[in-house]
């Protein structure tokens, strides 16, 4: 609470300056960045972006639809502060992330990915469809919606309660609470669309939300032959919102301009106790792309790193389609009504190998 309140405190442009520079480059990996790596699409680094504080305690609720719809116009990409997730609960899910990581590779398969629930290893998932790299560095545990135990409908995988006796218990509360947080965000979203607050329940799209928690590890050392490889490719999130929180350890750049040439890669530096919030495609898709969902990626910095991505996105059936407020004659809906249930697996099953 304390830390929060001191993000709280420091002001938009007072961000540390060792987190604000683009990061240096330890090693090898960040070669994305440096001159004579032409096998990609060329980029160019601009430092820190500074984005956007949203407080969401504020009692001024039309000013906080306000500024979370220019975050959501500018950069689809803002921090939440006050966002009501206890610090203690955070630092819980990541002892228990890291506990899990731990483990030799051979347990971890024990609960390799099925109905795209549990442990992903390094190298097989590839969020960047045309990465000459096998795949992403990072390894991910994927937790879904959670199925009630007594009809055995829970399709999620659970590390063994022997070895892990807290690890089920602090991810439920965990997704518990930030689903809370999640939602309120939404109704900040529409009333920053001129809706009903209530928007996005009265359509349904909270009705049972597809909602997957992530929880993600970034290998520090790695070797020669991933020069230039990934943590996480470039790629924009599939659904509604993500809600990410990190340790801290820099490596996250957002891309606002995805058709520029270069593309310009911009650091998103770290506030304690704050989440990172960005918009997803269906978002995009829902407001005409009147709110963007940017293209991010996390490089290496040869440091290990963890974060925990929470994706809150629309019940399966939802239909997703331009809202009213978001074209005119002039600017007509520029996407067919979809599923979100069938465009999100769409995604889902185009990066995986
Ligand atoms: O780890 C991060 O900072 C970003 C993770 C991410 O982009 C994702 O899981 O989609």
């Known amino acids: 609470m304390k830390k929060q309140q001191e993000a709280q405190r420091r002001p938009r442009h007072a961000t540390p300056r060792h987190s604000r520079k683009s990061a240096a480059l330890p090693f090898p990996l960040q070669a994305a960045a440096q001159p004579g790596v032409t096998r990609r699409r060329r980029s160019a680094m601009a430092g820190g972006v500074d984005l956007p504080v949203v407080d969401l305690a504020s009692q001024d609720l039309r000013a906080a639809a306000a500024s979370v719809r220019q975050a959501c116009v500018e950069h689809g990409f803002f921090y939440v502060t006050n966002h009501g997730v206890d610090g203690a609960l955070i630092e819980a899910v990541f002892a228990e992330s890291k506990g899990f990581f731990d483990l030799p590779m051979e347990e971890k398969m024990k609960l390799q990915r099925r109905n795209h629930r549990g442990y992903t290893p390094p190298y097989a998932e590839k969020l960047h469809a045309s990465s000459e790299f096998v795949g992403d560095l990072k390894e991910s545990f994927y937790i879904g919606p959670i199925g009630d135990s007594d009809l055995q409908n829970d399709l999620n995988q659970w590390p063994s309660e022997e070895c892990f006796p807290s690890w089920k218990e602090t991810m439920k509360w965990y997704i518990a609470t930030v689903l809370d947080t999640g939602k309120r ?50 790629h924009s999130d599939y659904g509604a919102i993500t809600l990410l929180v990190t340790d801290g350890t820099p490596g996250l750049q957002i891309c606002r301009e995805k058709d520029r040439d270069p593309q310009l890669w911009e650091d998103v530096h770290h506030i304690d106790g704050a989440f990172i919030v960005n918009i997803g495609d269906l978002l995009e898709r829902w407001t005409n792309c009147v709110f963007r969902s ?49 465009y999100i697996t769409g995604r889902i099953n185009s990066t995986y190998k």
């Open 185 to 234: 965000i939404l109704s900040l979203i529409a009333l920053g669309l001129d809706l009903d607050a209530e928007f996005f329940h009265k359509i349904g799209a909270l009705d049972c939300p597809s909602m997957f928690l992530r929880l993600l590890h970034y290998p520090g050392e790695v070797n020669e032959s991933d020069s230039g490889n990934y943590g996480a490719s470039a």
């Open 294 to 342: 940017t293209l991010h990626r996390v490089v290496a910095v040869g440091k290990e790193r963890y974060s925990v991505a929470f994706f809150l996105d629309p019940n399966y059936d939802t239909v997703v389609q331009c809202i009213e407020s978001c074209c005119s004659e002039a600017d007509p809906p520029r996407f067919p009504p979809i599923r979100s249930g069938e």
